[in-house]
């Protein structure tokens, strides 16, 4: 069943943060990774590489379709979720725990506020998409 944590940040192509002192994890939300159904393959970002908010950081593949990842903020990958490279079905399984992708020290933190809130996000799943 679809859920949407509210302690999370949302973007407008379906990825999630979820700050931490100056640390924000990253990964797909549940909308995302239903759509996508089985996840086969994530491209991660090596440790270090700088990303920009909007910006793509890898790819994500699934028996469906091939997409693109968009970092929520800019800023340092300082860890990417390793295990994903042998069971990248984590994030179909728990996209807000195990199936987060990386964790990026933000550049300016300040990004996260013109995120969406999980009422926004939602409000923006129910509305008719381009």
């Not at 990417?80 to 994030?91: E, G």
Request: hydrophobic share 40%.
């Amino acid at each position: 069943m679809a859920e949407y944590p509210k302690d999370l940040k949302y973007t407008k192509d379906h990825e999630w943060a979820r700050r931490d002192g100056n640390k924000v994890l990253v990964g797909v939300t549940w909308h995302a990774q239903d759509a996508l159904g089985e996840v086969v393959y994530v491209e991660l970002p090596k440790v270090g590489t700088v990303v920009a908010s909007g910006k793509q950081f890898g790819v994500i593949e699934s028996t469906k379709a091939v997409s693109e990842l968009f970092s929520p903020i800019s800023g340092k990958v300082t860890k990417v979720n390793a295990a994903l490279s042998d069971a990248p079905d984590a994030i179909n399984k728990d996209p807000y725990k195990t199936g987060w992708i990386v964790e990026i020290e933000a550049a300016a933190p300040a990004e996260l506020d013109a995120l969406m809130d999980s009422a926004t996000y939602e409000k923006h799943l129910a509305s008719p998409q381009p």
